[in-house]
């Protein structure tokens, strides 16, 4: 045998080796197929505007941050803020600590140090509500919790058990066990 032909029968070896090997760590070096839990898409320090079906704003939402989980489409919202205009075009302004949206943005869960702020359009006095958990029916601009409120507006304080708002329309009550306290010169 000639050193010609080792040298091809070695040239062969090697390169079927080098064959061999990169085809394994190939199929070992494939992306595995998402779960089912990930996250779709991550948002940070937005600001999204949606429109309602004449075109007009029905709510805007700002963050740090949001992720849209794969397998159910809702969304997990840190520090939401949502904006969400009344018949006037002023806007309630809507804070938590976490935020979860349904898939098609029609209802909102608002968990932890929740505050509702009215619009400050100078023709109504200025109404804020606190809470733990409030849940929203965006296309109905329906806010209601079944936990504990604290309603304030200036010379009045108000709270209850349970709570319903139309902020479209500026109504609001309270459910069950509701105390009053009165502040006439505080209303002055």
Not at 26 to 33: F, H, I, L, V
Not at 57 to 72: F, I, Q
Request: hydrophobic content about 35%; proline content about 5%; aromatic content about 6%.
């Amino acid at each position: 045998m000639s050193w010609r032909s080792l040298l091809g029968i070695g040239l062969l070896l090697a390169a079927l080796i080098s064959g061999w090997s990169a085809w394994r760590h190939r199929a070992s070096s494939t992306p595995q197929a998402a779960e089912e839990g990930s996250t779709d898409f991550v948002l940070k320090d937005f600001e999204i505007i949606t429109l309602d079906k004449e075109g007009k704003e029905s709510m805007t939402l700002r963050a740090p941050a949001m992720e849209r989980n794969r397998a159910d489409q809702t969304s997990m919202i840190t520090s939401p803020l949502f904006l969400m205009p009344d018949a006037a075009g002023q806007h309630w302004e809507l804070r938590a600590s976490t935020g979860w949206v349904s898939p098609k943005g029609e209802e909102l869960r608002l968990r932890g140090n929740v505050s509702g702020d009215s619009p400050k359009d100078g023709k109504t006095p200025p109404t804020t509500f606190r809470t733990d958990a409030l849940d929203v029916l965006t296309e109905q601009s329906l806010a209601r919790t079944d936990g504990r409120v604290t309603m304030t507006r200036p010379g009045l304080t108000q709270t209850g058990i349970g709570f319903q708002a139309n902020l479209k329309s500026k109504q609001y009550s309270l459910l069950s066990q509701v105390k009053t306290r009165y502040e006439p010169n505080a209303a002055r």
